[in-house]
């Protein structure tokens, strides 16, 4: 029991001398990355990842020790690419390129002078501004590919976001990797009874460098 109360005081204390020379921070930067991207579709569809880009600005408010907020405009693309055993000489890849503003908690832990571990959860929106085919040989019927015909049928996406990854601080400025996962609430296509999909949600992979200078 002392064990645990003495921990507990050298914990309260160290947050304490933490807050007392703890200094607020505004930066505005750049991030880039790559993207892993599916949709969830329902009925499913045999895929493998789309690898492709996101890039964009990013702010980032500490307002308190350990703790900040995060907001980011990027330019994603994203899309899916699909695989078919039963059917390997067909091939189908769509990219939807959106524009995406997450707004993260950012939380941070000083490991040394120079070194943070960063987690960031939140809220993402985005807009659907363009799609395209980018590989079809596929031969279009009712049964089992007529979505193929389809263009996305609903521009505005959101979901979730959350994940995790390290920042290095140097004279010239803040660098953080990270990486991401976002579930995506909301569908690409309608889905009523009546349509083909009853869902169709993005699910993402980001891996991203950004780069921070305070203001």
Same mark, same amino acid.
């Given at each position: 029991?002392?064990?645990?109360?003495?921990?507990?005081?050298?914990?309260?204390?160290?947050?304490?001398?933490?807050?007392?020379?703890?200094?607020?921070?505004?930066?505005?930067?750049?991030?880039?990355?790559?993207?892993?991207?599916?949709?969830?579709?329902?009925?499913?569809?045999?895929?493998?990842? =789309?690898?492709?880009?996101?890039?964009? +600005?990013?702010?980032?408010?500490?307002? *308190? %020790? @350990? #703790?900040?907020?995060?907001? !980011?405009?990027?330019?994603?693309?994203?899309?899916?690419?699909?695989?078919?055993?039963?059917?390997?000489?067909?091939?189908?890849?769509?990219?939807?390129?959106?524009?995406?503003?997450?707004?993260?908690?950012?939380?941070?832990?000083?490991?040394?002078?120079?070194?943070?571990?960063?987690?960031? =959860?939140?809220?993402?929106?985005?807009? +659907?501004?363009?799609?395209?085919?980018? *590989? %079809? @040989? #596929?031969?279009?019927?009712? !049964?089992?590919?007529?979505?193929?015909?389809?263009?996305?049928?609903?521009?505005?996406?959101?979901?979730?976001?959350?994940?995790?990854?390290?920042?290095?601080?140097?004279?010239?400025?803040?660098?953080?990797?990270?990486?991401?996962?976002?579930?995506?609430?909301?569908?690409?296509?309608?889905?009523?009874?009546?349509?083909?999909?009853?869902?169709?949600?993005?699910?993402?992979?980001?891996?991203?460098?950004?780069?921070?200078?305070?203001?």
């Amino acid at each position: 029991m002392r064990i645990v109360l003495t921990g507990l005081c050298l914990a309260i204390f160290q947050f304490i001398f933490s807050q007392k020379d703890f200094q607020k921070e505004l930066s505005l930067g750049v991030n880039g990355g790559v993207t892993f991207s599916s949709i969830s579709f329902t009925p499913s569809i045999r895929q493998n990842k =789309l690898i492709q880009g996101v890039e964009g +600005l990013s702010l980032r408010y500490i307002s *308190e %020790s @350990n #703790v900040g907020l995060l907001f !980011e405009i990027n330019y994603s693309q994203r899309g899916w690419t699909e695989y078919d055993p039963d059917h390997p000489e067909e091939h189908y890849t769509r990219t939807l390129n959106y524009l995406e503003c997450p707004a993260f908690t950012h939380v941070y832990y000083n490991t040394g002078k120079h070194f943070r571990v960063i987690a960031n =959860l939140g809220p993402q929106a985005g807009y +659907l501004l363009n799609e395209q085919v980018l *590989e %079809s @040989n #596929v031969v279009v019927n009712q !049964e089992r590919t007529q979505y193929h015909t389809l263009k996305a049928q609903r521009r505005f996406d959101w979901g979730l976001c959350f994940g995790g990854g390290v920042e290095l601080q140097t004279e010239i400025g803040n660098f953080m990797l990270d990486g991401r996962y976002y579930y995506g609430l909301s569908d690409v296509f309608k889905n009523s009874r009546a349509d083909y999909f009853a869902s169709s949600s993005n699910q993402i992979i980001n891996v991203k460098l950004t780069y921070l200078f305070k203001l």
